[in-house]
């Protein structure tokens, strides 16, 4: 079965830093492009960051460019985000999500975890 | 990098069909065969029901369906279920400097 499985969200205060990861299980993790998508409470998705499979190419959101840092591990099927200078807008569910097809990237995510709560207090 | 733009509900009595859409710019959903589409049920992680425009995963039923004009796609639901009461997002590929973009959001309610 295609699981993907987050850990690291937890509450932090205002400008501290967590790290995000996803265990990817049941594929062929470095053959694709990863992304982390979040969701304010009550709100709709926004993309976060994405990473090509062999972790060459990163894209970012210009609401966290300069601040989290998205990296993957394929050694150990991982996918990681390092989130820095932390606001309080930064407070959403953060999902991981997997591309359905062996591409650079196509902004579609046919699999996600089931998500890791960050809460940024001010 | 501006929200593509859905209507914020819509609604159908059971078997009717409802068709759902997603504006977008000539820099995202105009530019690319690159929008998908999620479904939201409460609490849940999003599920993917269209991709590339108009392909289905394995597993997702035909009555849904995918189509684009323009700058804006649509998601058509058929055959109207209760279970299709749900929040829907579309998505769609920007660039390499923009990757992705997702709509506001469309709360579909069934009568």
């Known amino acids: 079965e295609v699981q993907l499985l987050e850990s690291g969200g937890g509450l932090v205060q205002r400008g501290g830093s967590l790290r995000l990861s996803c265990a990817g299980s049941g594929f062929t993790f470095s053959s694709y492009a990863m992304s982390w998508v979040r969701q304010a409470p009550g709100t709709g998705l926004e993309w976060v960051s994405a990473i090509s499979g062999s972790g060459g190419r990163a894209y970012y959101a210009d609401s966290v460019k300069g601040r989290f840092t998205i990296s993957r591990d394929n050694s150990r099927n991982t996918l990681y985000l390092q989130m820095n200078s932390l606001r309080a807008e930064d407070t959403a569910v953060y999902y991981c999500?997997?591309?359905?097809?062996?591409?650079?990237?196509?902004?579609?995510?046919?699999?996600w975890g089931q998500g890791t709560m960050v809460t940024v207090s001010s | 990098q501006s929200a593509l733009t859905q209507s914020a509900s819509v609604s159908g009595s059971p078997g009717q069909s409802i068709t759902i859409s997603c504006t977008g710019t000539?820099?995202?959903?105009?530019?690319?065969?690159?929008v998908s589409w999620y479904q939201q049920h409460p609490g849940k992680a999003p599920k993917l029901m269209i991709y590339e425009g108009s392909k289905r995963p394995s597993g997702v039923s035909n009555r849904f369906s995918g189509s684009k004009s323009g700058n804006t796609a649509s998601l058509t639901i058929s055959g109207l279920q209760a279970e299709d009461e749900a929040d829907y997002f579309c998505c769609s590929y920007a660039g390499s400097s923009t990757f992705a973009v997702f709509g506001t959001g469309t709360k579909v309610t069934v009568l």
């Open positions: 000539s820099s995202d959903v105009g530019s690319y065969n690159l």
């Open positions: 999500a997997k591309e359905p097809t062996v591409t650079t990237g196509s902004g579609a995510f046919d699999i």
